[in-house]
């Protein structure tokens, strides 16, 4: 499995940050002090984005908005309100730690999967870029955070408890309430045997959900 790797461009305090605890991140850290020494390393080390994210401040948005064929796991941080954009991956900054790790640990997962539109889930296949769930002739249509949710139980060999869901997936801490993430397990079970009357999609144990 290839390793991956987070480069940190023009914000000296994250990557400070993310070293205090990466004893406890899933992934390696790079630091480029602006886009000039980013754009050195990756020309002499002919840099591949497919085993990597980039974060980076807004005011680089234009510069890899022009390299967006080659480079596309982008998140940017910015001061401005009107530029918060989850789904565009742009980020008010301070944002905090946690949901940009949750952010970057959904992004590894979902990279691991880019190489293809579509991945098979039991009999089902699921399509990354318009986040619709198929089988045979019906199809149903996932919100992003019931796609991450499928993609974090497929990656584990045994059940999740909701805690598990809750630290890796939302990155809350363990002393909130679970309702949140049982609420989506619940509705989104209930889409998948409404459209494809599947009660076992995702099974709920005593040990926890896991998708078979």
Not at 57 to 63: E, G, M, R, S, V
Not at 140 to 169: A, G, H, S
Request: charged share 30%; with cysteine; hydrophobic share 35%.
């Amino acid at each position: 499995m290839f390793k991956q790797n987070i480069s940190i461009i023009g914000i000296p305090i994250l990557y400070n940050i993310f070293q205090e605890i990466k004893d406890n991140l899933t992934f390696e850290i790079s630091n480029f002090k602006n886009i000039d020494s980013f754009v050195k390393f990756s020309t002499e080390k002919k840099y591949n984005d497919k085993n990597n994210i980039i974060v980076t401040t807004i005011t680089n948005k234009n510069f890899f908005l022009e390299k967006k064929n080659e480079l596309k796991n982008i998140i940017f941080l910015s001061q401005e309100d009107d530029n918060q954009d989850e789904d565009n991956n742009i980020f008010q900054h301070p944002i905090d730690i946690y949901t940009l790790i949750e952010k970057i640990n959904i992004q590894l997962i979902k990279q691991k999967y880019n190489f293809q539109s579509k991945i098979k889930v039991k009999n089902y296949l699921m399509d990354l870029n318009s986040r619709i769930i198929a089988n045979n002739k019906k199809s149903l249509k996932l919100t992003e955070r019931e796609m991450d949710i499928i993609l974090f139980l497929i990656e584990k060999k045994q059940p999740q408890k909701i805690n598990d869901l809750q630290n890796q997936v939302w990155r809350y801490s363990s002393d909130l309430e679970t309702h949140t993430v049982e609420t989506h397990i619940y509705r989104l079970r209930k889409k998948i045997n409404d459209c494809f009357n599947d009660e076992n999609f995702i099974i709920s144990t005593d040990k926890g959900y896991f998708i078979e």
